[in-house]
């Protein structure tokens, strides 16, 4: 079994900034990959972000390219979100999935642009 934590995530006004994390613990030894999803109210849950684990490669939704950013700590088993220049189209519940044995999700965590 592999255990998500997220942090981060809040309100924040348009054009500003939020960073995300999300720690990995339990059966991480084979971990693949770990990626960031989202689910605005009303819509099905998408992929944003993902990053492979062993060297790094990144993969982003075309609606996020250039704003918002992946990233890992392997020491640390955390995956991280860095999004900024933030619109309020991307209010949403985020939430992280890890990818190895087994498939996991984070709690999720509310992310609100809004003036």
């Known amino acids: 079994q592999v255990q998500l934590v997220q942090s981060g995530g809040g309100l924040v006004q348009p054009g500003g900034s939020l960073r995300l994390s999300c720690a990995a613990s339990g059966r991480t030894f084979n971990t693949v990959a770990m990626a960031w999803f989202r689910q605005a109210p009303g819509k099905e849950r998408e992929f944003v972000a993902g990053?492979?684990?062993?060297?790094?490669?990144?993969d982003y939704a075309d609606s996020v390219k250039g704003r918002f950013t992946i990233s890992r700590d392997t020491a640390k088993n955390t995956v991280y979100l860095q999004m900024n220049s933030l619109k309020p189209d991307v209010t949403a519940v985020y939430y992280c999935?890890?990818?190895?044995?087994?498939?996991?999700w984070g709690q999720g965590t509310q992310v609100t642009v809004s003036s």
């Open positions: 999935r890890f990818a190895g044995d087994t498939i996991s």
């Open positions: 990053i492979t684990w062993s060297n790094g490669s990144r």
